[in-house]
């Protein structure tokens, strides 16, 4: 099986309808970070060269299915007209006559914006009634919002049911990208990169990893509960008490295997996750009430060192607080240091492609992703059903 591809989908002159992921930060009702509008351009002027009229989707925030003010799409369709230099119609209705009179009028060349998709609670549920409604204002579908694949919603899944569908060129070139990472010739040495605070949500990824990198380096909040799994003491560190069985787990495997995985030796201490006025270097226990909030220089030492013969790199999740500069150390040096090696690399994850971004190499990696949850699913081997949606007999 494998999925349609937008130049095998007839769009000319068509009413395309185009789920994007435009889920962006906004600061005082301006977009702060165009970053995912600008993944989505090549799709969306492919589109308007082929004399389309489009129809754009997006969700922004978790509105949870309720009309909020401040997550309207209207910044965000004027960014978007900016970048590409063709006025956005937009509605305030998500769907309904406003939106139909809107479309109708629609002339190729011309795009439009209903409303953020999550103000209706059809849209989480994947509502077949919300689909078809939408379905009804187009004659195809162009799926191209990677970061929302793993999840069936009716703008993505839902649409894909009731229209001649295709995957645009972003989730291509993401899948592309991820697809590389699961193929047998990836240039190794191979390694794994993982940090970040959701441990239970990223061991999944640790377990179908394993038997396929050969470094595994683990820093941040994940390696806490690795760290207390072999039985450091970590004082008030975050730890997820229910995943360290998992985590010896997995150690035990990975030792049984060839993978090699390394833990930060040295960890930064600070009583408090929030502010720096105090902090310490720890080597051993962690006292009570102190946590630790980043790798020491010794681990940023060893992991530079190990990740420097890396063929391939993928990184998801910061190896500290990065959000506090004092705290945000080890995860720009790490940053750095990839940037410099000459490893294909390829970051993953709303916050590690932010603390890329503040390190100033974004530009210097391999690929990008617009889309975490998504990719790390897609890596775990889990089916995403954004994609399945757009399957194809070969
Ligand atoms: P991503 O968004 O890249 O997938 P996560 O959301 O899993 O990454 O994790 C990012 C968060 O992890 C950041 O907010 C960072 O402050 C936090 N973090 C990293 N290291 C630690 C730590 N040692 N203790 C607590 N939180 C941490
Ligand atoms: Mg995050």
């Known amino acids: 099986m494998t999925h349609k591809r937008l130049i095998d ?12 992921d435009f889920n962006v930060p906004l600061q005082e009702g301006r977009v702060r970070d165009d970053t995912r509008i600008r993944a989505a351009l090549p799709t969306l002027e ?35 007209s900016d970048l590409l230099g063709v006025e956005v119609l937009k509605s305030d209705q998500v769907w309904g006559p406003e939106v139909k009179k809107m479309v109708e009028n629609l002339k190729p060349g011309q795009v439009c914006m209903p409303e953020n998709t999550r103000f209706d609670p059809g849209e989480e549920e994947n509502s077949p009634e919300l689909a078809r409604e939408w379905a009804s204002l187009a004659d195809v579908f162009v799926s191209d919002a990677f970061g929302t694949l793993h999840r069936a919603h009716a703008s993505n ?63 941040g909040g994940m390696a806490n509960t690795f760290l207390a799994a072999e039985g450091r003491d970590m004082g008030d560190s975050l730890v997820e008490e229910s995943q360290i069985d998992k985590a010896r787990e ?30 310490s270097i720890s080597e051993d226990a962690i006292t009570p009430g102190w946590k630790a909030v980043d790798i020491g220089q010794k681990s940023i ?42 490893a294909w690399t390829v970051i993953g ?34 089916e995403l059903p954004g994609l399945k949606a757009l399957e194809v007999e070969e």
């Open 250 to 279: 997995l150690l035990k495997k990975a030792r049984e295997s060839k993978t090699e995985i390394i833990l930060p030796t040295d960890l930064v201490i600070s009583p408090k996750i929030d502010a720096s006025d105090e902090k």
């Open 157 to 219: 899944a839902g649409l894909a049911r009731y229209l001649p569908s295709a995957a645009g060129l972003l989730v291509e070139k993401e899948l592309e990208a991820l697809g590389s990472l699961r193929a047998e010739n990836v240039d190794r040495p191979f390694a794994a990169i993982l940090g970040g605070a959701k441990v239970s949500d990223k061991l999944g990824v640790i377990e179908a990893l394993l038997p396929r990198v050969d470094l595994m380096v683990l820093g």
């Open 46 to 80: 492919y589109l308007l060269r082929e004399q389309g009229s489009l129809i754009v989707l997006s969700h922004l925030g978790r509105p949870k299915g309720k009309i909020n003010d401040d997550l309207r799409l209207d910044p965000v369709a004027q960014r978007l």
């Open 349 to 382: 994850g709303g916050d590690s492609v932010a603390a890329v971004e503040a390190a100033g190499v974004a530009d210097k990696m391999g690929h990008i992703c617009t889309g975490g949850g998504a990719a790390l699913k897609y890596l775990e081997g889990k």
């Open 301 to 342: 030492d060893a992991f530079r060192e190990k990740l420097q013969a890396a063929g391939t790199i993928f990184w998801n999740g910061p190896l500290g607080v990065f959000e506090v500069d004092d705290f945000a150390r080890g995860t720009i040096e790490i940053a750095r240091a990839l940037s410099e090696f000459s």
């Open 9 to 20: 989908l007839d769009v000319k002159k068509k009413k395309v309808i185009v789920r994007v």
